[in-house]
Every structure is written in C-alpha cells, then in structure tokens.
C-alpha cells in the first residue's frame, strides 16, 4: 500500500514538473501532443515539439479546420495563426527552434491587444490623412510655383 | 370527379398560397418596413434609400415569395442576383463612389487642408464603438461592421459589412442611413454641450479659390497615397478618385453626366433593394439589430465630438482660429452635416457663414471613414 501511495506521489510530482506536463488544449486551443512545457501560466503557454514547424502547422490547420474566424500570417521563420471570433485563445505562434523542431506560444484573448490595435489603427487614420496634407501642399506648391514661372514668362514676352 | 378529390385539388391551391404558411414575426417585419418608407415618404429622410429599402423588407417578408432564394433548379430568384451581383461581388458601393466622386468639388478641401484632420479626428467613434460591440458579445469582424457606421458613410459602411459580416448588411446598412438622416436631430445638442459661445463666433477667413490644375492634381495624388498606405480600400477610393478626375478634367462630360445622373440612380435603386431583402424575419428578429440600432446612436454622437475636440485641439496650435461647429462635419454624411455647421453658426451670428469651411471636414470625413475602414480590412484579411 505504502509502494502504491508512494508512487502515486512521484507520479504526482513529475506530473506537475513543466517540463513533464501534458494537456490537450490550452484555452480551448489544442496542444499538440508530445509537446515539452517551458513556461505556463494563466495567459500564455509556451512549448517545445519534437515535430517540425510544418508538420506542428498541419496539426493546428487540421484541428482548427472548423473555426470560420482563424487567419494564418506566414513569416520567414515562423507562422501566427489568429483568432478573429469569440474564442478564449488569441493567438498560436509556431516558431522553428534550432534543433529543427518547433516552439509554440499560446497567447489568451486579452483587451490590451484590442485596445492597442485600435489606438494603433486610430493613429493610422491621422497618418493617412496628415500624409494626404502632405501631398496635397507639395503638389499646391509646385503648382503654383509652375504657374507664377508661366505668368513671369508671358509677363517677359509681353515686355 | 368526387368531392374528395375536389377537395385535395382545393387544398393543394390553398398550400401554393402565403396563407397557409403564415408567421406571426413577419408581422413585425411590416411594422419595420412601413417605418422606413413612412420615414422616407412623410419625413423625407434619405428618401432614395429608405424608400427603396423598406419595400425590400416589405417584399420579402411574406411567405413563399421567390425573391431572395433559389429555384429548385438552383437559380438564384430575382432579389438574390441583385444583392449577389451587387453586394456580394462588392460592386455597387464602388459604382456608388464612382457617382459621387463625379459630384464632389474638392475645393473647400483642397483650399484648407488643415481640415483633413478634423476627418480624421471624427473616426474617434468608430473605435470607441468597436469596443463596446465587442463587450457585448460580437466577433471582431462584427465589431468592425458595427463601428463603421458612425462614419456616416453608406457605401462605406456597406462595402466594410459586406466584406467582414455579411449576416449583419442589413441592419448596418438602415442604422446607417437612418442616423444620417437623423444629423439634424442628432448633432446640434452636441455642438451646443461642447462649445462656448466664444467659440461658436469664431469667424473663419474666405477660402482662397482653387485653380482647374489642383483640383485635377488632386485625385491622382489622393488615390496615389491611398493606394500606398491603405490598398485594401482601393476599389471604393479609387473609383471616388475617378468619378473626381472625370468631373474635373472637363474632357469627359457626357461620362461624368451618366456617373453622377442615371448610373448613380439605377445601382441605387438596386442597392436600397438588396439591402432591404437580406432583411427577413429569421435573420432581422433578434437583439442584435437592436443593439445596433442603440449602438450607432452613440457611435455617431461620439464621432461628432471627436470631430469637435479635434478643432479644439488644433486651435491651440493655429494663429488662425478654426470655429469648433465645423467639427461635426467631419462625420461625413454630405452634405448634411456640412449645413448643420451652417445653421448653428448662423443661429449665433447671422453673418457668420460656415458652409464652405464645413465642407472640407466633411469631404475629408468621406475619406476618413474609407481610411478607417481600410484600416480594419488589413486587420482581418
């Protein structure tokens, strides 16, 4: 009985060791299995796979098949896969790691990146517009220092 | 012949009949589609619109009526090539922008240029919105939809749901509408609670004219920039652009005449059709469209104070001082808007005419609310 208990603790205990750790989704995002844990806590997980980028993106666009408002952002070394909808989870970045796996970051839904995009975006409106007053001025200006040359000119030719 | 089989035969005529496959919702339905045409017949607001959208809402919801599905042989019926054509395919709110680039003067813009701040300014509701959508319960792309209309833009608004949330056109597109229509009622309470009469006195220097070669040089540069910095909405921009050089240029009057005349008008009349279709009892019946209904109320009012607030901000930087009741013009709605600045300046100094200076916020708020919408597009695309 006492062997039983005890290795139920140790079970218990490697169990709870991040790097031992296993769960079949974070948030609702699935992980994919054989995953080793580096950090976790109530808003990210992040976790080593074996498995190379392009085979851990095949699990998540295979498993993530039915959402309607997912988006993938192909980067040069990694792939952001969002979430446009209602979900717990914002985002999956699948990273390659140097021994030729991947790394992957599981980030909650979280008001500071709405709100930051939208102030970000809302400042974009003013640069598009302060860049269209830019253009307009240059243009303004060369144009009418092309029709005060012309004006100089037949003013010129008239004398 | 028996009489049951007299009967059957009766009874199959009755079962093709709406009759026998009556819903109580669709009543509601009527209710909402006599609003808007009393709206637009009786208190004349956005008439070619609301006219031909409430007959939409009113067709469509009866039984059976083979208007916006498909035949059993998969045709599409008569309302649904409209609206896929049109809407789906996005290309009525850009032929729409092509009419009204054909219509617009750019002068007052182009002479004051400084105001295409205030347009920008204006959008403040828009993002505000945004939020209190997504608190509520909406998906990002919703939220977006939702936001947009206090743009006062309808083509705007149409192209960006249509685009992000189709199953919300509907709604989006009266609420829009409805509140552009509403400027007058909304908008003058605002003006008032956010400036002093200091500041609605405030008189502006004439606008300087603008010559034939800057009003030409203007859409090129315009789409030029738009392009670089916000593609995604190109096809809305660049058709305004069009429609704009085409007036401008003088070379091509008689496509200027049908841009801004009969083409505007006839894909007006298919937009105000389609929209008003999409609206039918299962789809409309719901807290949403209410929600956003009570939504773009305050999404408007927050965009005019943004609008406001922007003229005051620049005024502590300006030697010339801008009047504060032009602010409100930056939520597009033209020109409405721009003669809700007129007849509050007017109301507290008879000489003091704000139009012109009105309307450069209020063509830059057309671009504004288009950026903005860009803005989203490359959010979510």
Redesign the interface.
């Known amino acids: 009985m006492k062997k039983i208990i005890l290795l139920t603790l140790i079970v218990c205990w490697l169990g709870s060791m991040p790097g031992w750790s296993r769960a079949d989704d974070f948030l609702g995002a699935p992980v994919i299995p054989g995953g080793k844990i580096i950090d976790k806590s109530k808003k990210r997980l992040e976790f080593n796979s074996e498995k190379t980028h392009d085979q851990v993106l095949q699990f998540y666009k295979e498993a993530l098949a039915q959402l309607t408002?997912i988006?993938y952002r192909d980067w040069s070394d990694s792939t952001y896969i969002e979430d446009?909808?209602?979900l717990k989870w914002h985002s999956i970045t699948i990273s390659k790691n140097d021994a030729g796996g991947a790394v992957v970051i599981i980030m909650k839904d979280n008001w500071t990146w709405?709100?930051g995009?939208?102030?970000l975006?809302?400042i974009?409106?003013?640069?598009?517009?302060?860049?269209?007053?830019l253009?307009?001025?240059v243009?303004?200006a060369i144009?009418s220092r092309s029709?005060k040359k012309m004006e100089g000119k037949e003013t010129a030719a008239k004398a | 012949m028996t009489a049951n089989e007299i009967l059957d035969m009766l009874r199959g005529i009755l079962y093709t009949t709406g009759i026998f496959n009556f819903q109580w919702n669709i009543i509601v339905m009527w209710g909402v589609a006599s609003f808007f045409i009393y709206l637009a017949i009786a208190k004349k607001y956005e008439p070619l619109l609301l006219l031909p959208i409430g007959f939409g809402i009113f067709v469509v919801n009866f039984p059976l009526v083979p208007l916006m599905g498909q035949t059993a042989e998969g045709q599409d019926h008569l309302l649904q090539i409209f609206y896929h054509y049109g809407l789906q395919w996005e290309v009525i709110p850009c032929v729409i922008f092509l009419g009204l680039g054909a219509m617009t003067d750019f002068g007052p813009l182009?002479a004051n240029?400084?105001t295409?701040?205030v347009?920008?300014?204006a959008?403040?509701g828009v993002?505000i919105t945004?939020?209190g959508t997504?608190l509520a319960?909406f998906?990002?792309?919703e939220a977006a939809s939702v936001g947009i209309i206090g743009g006062a833009d309808g083509p705007t608004t149409i192209y960006l749901t249509q685009h992000l949330a189709p199953q919300l056109l509907g709604p989006n597109a009266l609420a829009a509408y409805s509140y552009m229509a509403m400027v007058p009622l909304i908008q003058p309470a605002i003006m008032r609670w956010m400036t002093n009469p200091q500041e609605r006195k405030i008189r502006m220097r004439q606008l300087r004219p603008v010559?034939r070669?800057?009003k030409i040089?203007?859409p090129l540069?315009?789409a030029?920039?738009?392009a670089l910095?916000?593609p995604s909405v190109m096809p809305l921009m660049g058709m305004f652009m069009l429609g704009n050089l085409m007036k401008e240029s003088g070379v091509v009057g008689r496509l200027t005449e049908t841009a801004q005349g009969a083409l505007m008008n006839i894909v007006t009349i298919f937009l105000g059709v389609s929209v008003g279709a999409t609206m039918h009892a299962d789809n409309f019946l719901s807290w949403k469209p209410l929600f956003i209904f009570g939504l773009g109320l305050i999404d408007f009012a927050v965009c005019t104070i943004g609008g406001i607030v922007t003229v005051k901000i620049m005024n502590l930087f300006l030697k010339e001082k801008i009047n504060p009741l032009i602010g409100s013009a930056g939520v597009s709605a033209v020109p409405m808007a721009a003669r809700v600045s007129q007849l509050q300046g007017l109301r507290y100094d008879k000489t003091n005419h704000l139009l012109m200076h009105a309307m450069g916020p209020n063509l830059?708020g057309v671009?504004?609310s288009a950026?903005?919408a860009?803005?989203?597009i490359a959010?979510?695309d």
Not at chain 1, 124 to 133: I, K
């Open positions: 408002d988006k446009d909808g209602n709405i709100i995009t939208l102030v975006r809302y974009g409106v003013f640069v598009v517009l302060l860049c269209l007053l253009g307009m001025s243009s303004g144009i029709v | 182009i240029p400084k295409l701040l347009g920008a300014g959008q403040l993002f945004f939020t997504v319960g998906t990002l792309k010559s070669k800057e040089l203007f540069v315009t030029g920039i738009i910095l916000v830059a671009i504004g950026a903005a860009g803005m989203f959010m979510f």
